[in-house]
């Protein structure tokens, strides 16, 4: 039972688990529009497993303070290195894969996660990241994902058309609400350092937010899909909504980094039911 435990720890604490849930988002929308994205939606995991680690360890002193898992990662450093090392090598023979042109879809996002882990702002001597500025923080998490999700496996593969882009805006508004909780559990950490939604909203104000842009976001849905697979969705949105109501500060050990998390991958699984 206890190694079980540890098994279980190290996926979500390693990044695997919310790897999976990125691979996930990229074969929903696949199985959405209709197209076979195995071998994107594997390269979205590796790369997500990456720059995850990448920026952590950019953040090891995250605000002035060692990062939430400092420990796990010193624990665990070599078995992690391992799997960074098999990840950005098999990532790095998927992209041969695919075509220039179709990588270069996932260059805005890459500076976004550069910018959003390398320190380049610069006040009172100090520097910091987009991160710190108030509020932004889970925008950018929330366009990295969803331009991930959508203009590399899809419009790159069938051009672009409208319905992509209010698809995309869509996943904006799912991943800024899947984002809240974590935000939610952190408001403890980030106090007086850096101003996220719940910081600037409060608790309950986030929470009324989550439940606007989660209608906004199947109101959307509906516009690209209409009736296809709107019921697997509305039960996502409304599993998504009541983790965010039982959102608090003092969340178990997992609520956010493996229930919430999950998401993504119940999503998906429904979707193949």
């Known amino acids: 039972m206890k190694v079980l435990k540890l098994i279980f720890q190290f996926y979500v604490h390693s990044n695997l688990h919310v790897s999976l849930a990125a691979a996930s988002l990229v074969l929903s929308s696949g199985f959405l529009f209709g197209f076979e994205v195995y071998s994107e939606a594997v390269f979205v995991m590796c790369a997500t497993f990456v720059s995850y680690h990448f920026i952590r360890l950019m953040n090891r002193f995250k605000y002035g303070q060692p990062h939430l898992l400092d420990i796990f990662s010193n624990q665990y450093k070599i078995p992690i290195y391992i799997l960074f090392l098999i990840a950005f090598t098999f990532g790095l023979c998927l992209s041969v894969k695919f075509e220039f042109f179709r990588l270069l879809y ?8 550069m910018l959003y882990a390398f320190s380049f702002i610069g006040k009172n001597g100090v520097r910091y990241s987009i991160r710190f500025i108030p509020g932004i ?13 959508i203009f590399f496996p899809i419009t790159s593969s069938i051009g672009y058309n409208h319905t992509q882009l209010v698809f995309f805006f869509s996943l904006v508004f799912f991943i800024i609400v899947l984002t809240l909780p974590f935000d939610i559990r952190d408001m403890s950490f980030d106090e007086n350092t850096i101003k996220t939604l719940p910081m600037l909203l409060g608790i309950v104000g986030v929470k009324c937010l989550g439940f606007i842009l989660l209608v906004f976001s199947l109101a959307l849905h509906f516009y690209v899909f209409e009736w296809f697979c709107l019921t697997e969705y509305s039960i996502v949105c409304s599993m998504l909504f009541v983790l965010l109501v039982f959102s608090k500060r003092e969340q178990t050990k997992f ?10 991958i119940f ?4 979707l193949c039911l």
Do not use: R
């Open 137 to 149: 923080k889970i925008f950018v998490i929330a366009i990295v994902w969803a331009g991930s999700v």
């Open 106 to 113: 996932l260059c805005p996002f890459l500076i976004l996660t």
């Open 255 to 264: 609520f956010a980094s493996f229930w919430v998390e999950s998401i993504p």
């Open 267 to 270: 999503y998906y699984a429904l």
